[in-house]
């Protein structure tokens, strides 16, 4: 068992403390402050030194009471959003204040619930379905959560409220799930909610045992992946496409290997990790060889390798031929055949 997936399964055992819970126990330098004069710069200086600190301590806490890493995280997070540059559309807008051009301003959730349907190291998850997208998929099948006003903004503190109430209604639930829409448009949001998992956990200890799953399109900055490491225990990360002419074609986006790439190889070194392929009709050769190629050579054996034929043509894509009807028996068994070559331990087919 790898060590990531040990410390994962230990945090939903209740053997050990989540991720985000360990990043507020590391606490800031003893004069460091945040005030109004504090920069971004600043921020990110002593962010830096502590995460390789937060690397090598992660089972040990500091028994003094200043600044938590969790809290300098929340402080980093925060003034970002303020020239939003979470994803890598890197907009500049003023999240407070104006709609980023992922469609968010203020965090709106959608649903939340019991999930049953993801890989069985998560499931069940307790899952949190957030609006607003960074991408623009024509075949998108929760196209509906891509406009940043649909579902309702719930506080933080109320939002953790009321996981608490559900977790005592669920209690074999292994995590909290983060997903969308694009989660990563929301980190403000999302150490704001962990914050007060934090202080709930006093008066409920048993929220405090649940790690937290990260479900992304990893189009994200460097600095959201900075955030992530040190709060997350899992990510499930979609590999979409093997090129970036399709993802061009596809969900509007350049540069698209270049920046998801370099994501998920940074998140198989800081949490357990899934990387999911959903295979696409007509896309088997340009987009399904080259992402199993490329996790081949990239990924250590323990992170996971998930090939799913659930394409379903929603959205647009019925208006375009070849993402028009749902991948044949053909192409799936050719699919099959050019997976199993690389010869990937940790596989999963469905």
Known sequence: MSTFYRRYFDSYTQQRLPEYMLA?????????????????????????????????????????????????????????????????????????????????????????????????????????????????????????????????????????????????????????????????????????????IVYLSILYPEVSKLPMVFDSNMYYTKETSLLLDGITDSMIADLKYGNNKCCKEISRRPRYMQIVGRNIKEAQNFCFLIVRHLALPHHIDCCLEPCTKWFAENMRNDVRYHITFQYHPDHLAKEVEELAKEIDETEREKATQIVQKYNIQSLSID
């Open 24 to 196: 507020h126990q590391l606490e800031t330098s003893p004069d460091f402050e945040i005030n109004d004069e504090t920069t971004l710069e600043q921020l990110w200086e002593e962010h830096q030194r502590l995460l390789p600190i937060f690397r090598e301590l992660r089972e040990k806490t500091n028994s003094k009471k200043r600044i938590s890493f969790l809290e300098l995280k929340r402080q980093i997070a925060h003034r970002i959003a303020l020239k939003c540059r979470f994803c890598e559309l890197k907009c500049g807008k003023n999240r407070k204040t104006s709609i980023g051009n992922c469609h968010a301003q203020e965090t709106r959730i959608s649903a939340f619930f019991t999930h049953e349907g993801d890989e069985e190291e998560i499931k069940p998850s307790l899952t949190i379905f957030f609006t607003g997208c960074n991408f623009g998929c024509i075949h998108c099948q929760n196209w509906p959560l891509k406009n940043g006003k649909a579902g309702k903004y719930t506080s933080p503190q109320k939002m953790a409220k009321l996981i608490i109430s559900f977790i005592k209604k669920e209690p074999t639930l292994k995590n909290i799930h983060f997903l969308g829409g694009e989660p990563s448009l929301h980190i403000p949001y999302i150490l704001d909610f962990l914050t007060c």
